[in-house]
């Protein structure tokens, strides 16, 4: 536990702590997943060299310093907070930079505004699954318009009532897990909580085959409706009815090395105490106009630093937001040095593939010149 860090108590799993003067490497997990969701990473990275930080994300696992309820106030949970809370680990650990910063899922949007906002602590970003669209714009060129520039923003309203008019009639994954009772939904499904984590794992890796993912060509309801159940949802199913009819056989269960029953297990432990509440605040975040505005602070400004996006080729996710991998990589990210789409795994690389997953950071890292901090350490050596 490492306590004080931006109001919070943080949870960390680390390796290669034991000598000083290591460089640091920060992982950052998404949704719904923990620190954890790095353990087959974590060692790749500390045999290389690195002090290897995973904390448990505000709203998870066994950080505490959050209010575990769904009338909480969004702002703690913002990107803007939550950059803070790694800006702050990374300085209660007594380093001023990081040698490589990795995030995954909802963690990706939280790394890239790291490096867009402190580029001279991140000095390089790996995104993982969700590509990163560049921060929201300011209204350009509009003093001589005769319209207000304050129209409201309806295009996640437009998108829900064309997805409700599709047959049958659909819902964005995004909307169901901003409802209030998505949490308790998720947390006591009918099927028990350890069959539903195992079932939404498994429906979203490679081991499921009909994750076939493609670009689609434009964010219309149309094109959404290729997406799986799972990311398009049936109007009025809960997640946990979504994905019970692609529940792992006895024998897939088995075969699954990546994901086994005792280390399920501990997802099952932590989310049946937490539940998901903490985790689903972010997908309020990204929705509320106030929050939104927030983040315009940062309009027009592009990542600057070393960056790489990663997923698994079976993943949707690269795909989910039509055209933000190409603005990411021409306009967003100055210096992305590639798209790696790795074989046999889906959503989980740091847990269905890690050892290509380390080598694809590892020879990023090399080529950025991450590792080389030993002047930027902090107090103890660090």
């Not at 698994?312 to 306009?331: E, F, H, I, N, R």
């Not at 080598?359 to 090399?366: E, G, M, P, V």
Request: net charge negative; glycine share 10%; with cysteine.
């Amino acid at each position: 536990m490492i306590h004080g860090v931006n109001g919070l108590d943080v949870h960390i799993l680390e390796a290669g702590y034991e000598s000083l003067g290591r460089p640091l490497a920060l992982l950052l997990h998404g949704f719904p997943d923990l620190a954890y969701g790095w353990r087959h990473l974590i060692p790749i990275l500390a045999d290389a060299g690195y002090h290897v930080v995973a904390p448990d994300q505000r709203g998870f696992g066994r950080t505490t310093g959050w209010v575990n309820d769904y009338d909480a106030r969004l702002e703690p949970f913002s990107l803007l907070n939550m950059t803070r809370d790694a800006l702050g680990l990374v300085s209660a650990l007594g380093y001023r930079r990081t040698a490589m910063l990795v995030g995954h899922d909802t963690g990706s949007p939280v790394a890239a505004y790291c490096a867009l906002a402190r580029p001279d602590v991140f000095p390089s970003v790996a995104l993982m699954s969700a590509p990163f669209p560049g921060p929201p714009a300011l209204p350009f060129d509009t003093a001589q318009s005769e319209t207000s520039s304050a129209q409201p923003n309806t295009g996640n309203q437009d998108l829900a009532a064309a997805l409700a008019a599709l047959d049958p009639p659909r819902q964005y994954y995004q909307q169901y897990f901003s409802t209030r009772e998505a949490n308790d939904e998720m947390r006591r499904p009918p099927q028990g909580l350890h069959t539903f984590l195992r079932t939404y794992f498994h429906v979203k890796s490679a081991d499921w085959p009909g994750n076939k993912p493609h670009p689609l060509k434009a964010r219309s309801a149309k094109e959404l409706e290729q997406l799986p159940t799972y990311y398009v949802m049936d109007l009025g199913k809960t997640m946990p009815q979504t994905v019970a009819p692609f529940q792992p056989s006895a024998a897939e269960v088995l075969a699954s090395k990546w994901l086994t029953e005792p280390e399920l297990e501990v997802y099952t432990a932590e989310y049946g105490r937490t539940g998901f509440q903490g985790g689903l605040m972010a997908y309020r975040v990204f929705s509320d106009p106030d929050l939104t505005a927030e983040l315009r602070l940062f309009s027009g400004k592009t990542i600057d630093v070393p960056s790489l996006f990663i997923n698994g080729k079976s993943d949707w996710g690269t795909y989910q937001t039509p055209g933000a991998v190409d603005l990411m990589k021409t306009k967003v990210a100055t210096r992305m040095r590639d798209i790696e789409l790795i074989d046999g795994a889906g959503h989980w690389p740091q847990q269905e593939q890690p050892v290509r997953l380390g080598t694809l950071l590892l020879a990023f890292i090399k080529e950025a010149g991450g590792a080389d901090h030993s002047s930027d350490f902090g107090p103890g050596g660090r």
